[in-house]
């Protein structure tokens, strides 16, 4: 077994919405093999046996794709490897006697539920409001019946990455949530099942976008380059350009 | 009207019209670098001010004018109101901060860049529009054009150091706003986008640069 990591970590404690939060420093001792949220699990029963209130985070598959995972490490939502969510990131990515920052999402459309773990219903609000198909698809065609060319159906599902987790709104600057709306309406908007809808569901999902308090785009990048499943900002060009298209005819 | 009140009210319609007036005003630049640029002829301002003339009285051109006016005017308001709206999407600040982990500094400060932007364009405004325009100041039958205004205005220097850090400004601005105009746009293309950010740099480089000479090169008598 490798030698254990001695390491300093400053995380946000709040008890709920209603209160104002501040960092409290703690002591752990990790192995490099652990993952980021494995070091939260020793953290936490140190604190249950000492009777302390253990610390509050999502978290579900810890294999990368239910997107529940959702720490600020140091200033970098999911931490600072590329392409990973904090459940993927170990602690061999830091260095012993490390001091690690660890928040919550910030962006007022994610308001903090307890500690680490914020309410991303916005996210679910933004979908009911259009990111379905509800024309009735019938029973399974053949498989070539419905012809999608490769390049479509390779950008469509590059966009159906997006597990939701909300990387892109605690990065950016403007708590923008662009990159994700911009991938479900490109993923819906590609294929020949979504397109009878598109118009009305690109201004019904910025519509419900704007109402639920997110930002703007400034078009910084931020969003992409943080994002664990790496979507690309194309996608955010292909919601301006459904979004202008359904404008200018009058949706 | 209905139809394009989005520009407005939506988020991404108001950053159309950022991009919209943005891509005009680089076409104003564009055409008031060349101008300009009249001066490095070195023959006492004779051809640029020969251009000069043209502009002020040619019909289309003062038609223009107005529209680049109102084109300003849209791109300041809204971005100020875009920018204000913006900061208030995070109220609980984070902690740690590692913006430059993600994104340039100047994509992040169009803000700050266009507000120094515009007091720069204040200064710029009174010394040669107001005059040229509004005033009797210069006028070819009374022996003074706007090149000996501008012989006048770069001998202090102050001016030139405020043209300088505008110049300076516009550059940054114009290094995230070029690209970014397009993007706004839904103009991304795996084909096309490299050329676009290749010419956005490019222009962001030599026109500031082009502009900058202009103040130095007569402040330190270069051109006469």
């Known amino acids: ?251 | 009207m209905k139809l394009l009140s989005f520009l407005f009210t939506s988020s991404i319609g108001r950053k159309v019209l950022m991009a919209v007036t943005g891509l005009s005003l680089v076409a104003f630049l564009l055409v008031h670098a060349g101008i300009n640029a009249c001066i490095f002829f070195n023959d006492s301002g004779k051809t640029f001010n020969h251009a000069a003339e043209f502009m002020a009285h040619n019909w289309l051109i003062r038609s223009a004018e107005i529209g680049l006016f109102l084109g300003l005017l849209l791109h300041i308001v809204q971005g100020l109101s875009l920018t204000a709206s913006n900061n208030q999407k995070r109220n609980n600040k984070y902690g740690a901060s590692a913006g430059n982990a993600n994104s340039k500094w100047y994509s992040r400060s169009m803000g700050i860049l266009g507000s120094l932007l515009l007091i720069f364009l204040v200064m710029h405004l009174k010394h040669f529009w107001v005059v040229s325009r509004f005033t009797d100041a210069i006028q070819e039958t009374a022996g003074s054009t706007l090149f000996d205004e501008m012989v006048v205005v770069f001998t202090d220097p102050l001016p030139v150091f405020v043209y300088v850090i505008g110049c300076i400004s516009l550059a940054y601005h114009l290094l995230h706003g070029f690209q970014s105009a397009f993007q706004s746009l839904g103009i991304n293309h795996p084909a096309y986008s490299p050329i676009i950010q290749s010419i956005g740099v490019g222009f962001s480089i030599i026109v500031p640069l082009v502009f900058a000479a202009m103040p130095i090169a007569m402040h330190l008598g270069w051109i006469q």
């Open chain 1, 1 to 251: 077994m490798s030698k254990l990591m001695k390491l300093n970590l400053k995380v946000w404690r709040q008890k709920n919405a209603d209160n104002a939060g501040k960092f409290e420093e703690y002591k752990v001792d990790a192995s490099p093999d652990m993952s980021f949220l494995e070091m939260f699990d020793v953290l936490n029963e140190q604190l249950i046996e000492t009777g302390k209130e253990p610390v509050a985070f999502d978290h579900d598959c810890r294999e990368g794709i239910c997107g529940m995972c959702s720490m600020v490490i140091d200033g970098r939502p999911h931490g600072p490897k590329q392409g990973v969510t904090t459940c993927q990131l170990h602690m061999r990515s830091f260095n012993d006697g490390d001091t690690i920052t660890v928040e919550p999402w910030r962006a007022n459309g994610f308001p903090v539920i307890k500690d680490l773990t914020v309410n991303r219903s916005a996210f679910d609000r933004i979908i009911a409001a259009g990111g379905f198909i509800s024309t009735n698809a019938g029973n399974a065609v053949d498989a070539n019946s419905v012809l999608i060319p490769k390049d479509v159906a390779d950008e469509a599902f590059e966009a159906a990455t997006c597990i939701g987790c909300g990387a892109c709104v605690s990065a950016c600057k403007n708590a923008s949530a662009m990159l994700f709306v911009g991938a479900k309406v490109t993923q819906l908007s590609k294929l020949p099942q979504g397109k009878p809808e598109r118009e009305t569901r690109v201004v019904a999902m910025v519509n419900q976008m704007d109402a639920e308090g997110f930002g703007a785009c400034t078009n910084t990048g931020a969003c992409a380059a943080e994002c664990p499943k790496q979507i690309p900002l194309s996608v955010i060009a292909n919601l301006n350009r459904e979004y202008i298209g359904a404008k200018m005819n009058g949706k």
